[in-house]
């Protein structure tokens, strides 16, 4: 301490010894100046400085040291442990916010938790009236009351569709069954459920299916292609729908193509955007703005990558790139582990 106090006041010291030296100096060159006489003063001048030092030292060093002591005594881990009233106050309030904290967090979760198994019940039970309606709409004889009320029961269908699978992605990789799954019955089952929705807009389907086979799994993939299908009948009109699959790289490709209105350049960015339907049509209603972000979402475990090209006025063709056989190891890994 007294070696850092010297060293900071150092300039002072050194003026006063120089101040001191230059009065004795002066009175060696001035046989005039009595030298015996201001050596004298210089003593004591210089003892009152020694003495006003010490007691300067021992003022100002005082807090100092207590503060050092404070710092090598003070442990943030050790706040439980606190000595003092103040300190055992601090930590008691920390350590029950951080539990109280807890708790909620664990509550909100367990809300959650119960709020999604509700839901999911709760769509299940409504799948069954939904299977009795649409049996009772097939029995129907009037043809355009019947394609009418299809179209709305194939609303409800998807919407409840998309609200199921909604809550399962958060942990559909617990889900994963990776397979060799067939394309054509996945795909043609796809098309029977939209088929009187086609006849009504007047739109088929050319189907060429060069890759036959893909490594995924089938029900995810049927998901995604529901959406991707499901987008195209709704923004087409008396066209065709061209679906293909081809390798390209070792890899397969799957391509879902329709000669609909198109998306604009400005909206092609945001298409997988959660909630996002359109800025040219955006007084649409119908459109919900989750189809193709559940099906981004879902592809992402499967490894898939989709991606879309598409001109306004002109049609959508929507690309799906499946991985490669040795892209899915860590899947499997992952799942068997889990």
Request: hydrophobic share 45%; glycine share 4%; with cysteine.
């Amino acid at each position: 301490m007294i070696k850092n106090y010297l060293i900071e006041r150092r300039s002072w010291i050194l003026l006063i010894l120089v101040l001191e030296a230059l009065v004795l100096f002066v009175s060696f060159l001035d046989a005039a100046v009595p030298f015996a006489s201001l050596l004298y003063i210089v003593f004591l001048s210089l003892l009152i400085f020694a003495v006003f030092f010490i007691i300067r030292y021992q003022k100002e060093t005082k807090f100092y040291k207590s503060m050092v002591e404070w710092e090598n005594n003070y442990d943030l881990s050790g706040l439980a442990e606190a000595e003092t009233p103040f300190e055992k106050i601090i930590a008691d309030s920390v350590s029950g916010q951080t539990e109280r904290l807890r708790l909620e967090a664990s509550q909100n979760l367990l809300t959650l938790e119960q709020e999604k198994d509700e839901l999911l019940a709760w769509i299940h039970e409504v799948k069954t009236p939904l299977t009795a309606m649409s049996l009772m709409i097939d029995r129907l004889n009037d043809e355009k009351a019947k394609a009418s009320l299809t179209y709305e029961w194939l609303r409800v269908h998807h919407l409840l569709d998309q609200q199921l699978h909604q809550r399962r992605i958060p942990f559909m990789e617990n889900d994963l069954y990776i397979e060799k799954t067939n394309l054509k019955p996945l795909i043609f089952k796809e098309i029977k459920t939209l088929q009187s929705w086609c006849m009504q807009k007047g739109i088929g389907f050319e189907v060429d299916l060069e890759v036959t086979q893909v490594l995924t799994d089938a029900k995810w993939l049927g998901f995604i292609i529901r959406q991707l299908m499901t987008n195209a009948v709704k923004y087409s009109h008396e066209a065709d729908i061209n679906i293909k699959s081809y390798l390209k790289e070792e890899q397969a490709i799957l391509e879902i193509q329709d000669f609909g209105r198109g998306i604009s350049p400005q909206d092609l960015p945001r298409i997988f955007d959660k909630g996002f339907t359109s800025t040219t049509v955006h007084q649409e209603s119908a459109a919900t703005g989750m189809g193709l972000f559940l099906a981004k979402k879902a592809a992402q475990p499967l490894l898939i990558n989709i991606e879309v090209q598409s001109k306004l006025g002109e049609g959508t063709t929507f690309t799906l790139t499946f991985p490669r056989r040795n892209d899915f190891l860590h899947i499997t890994l992952s799942s068997s582990s889990a």
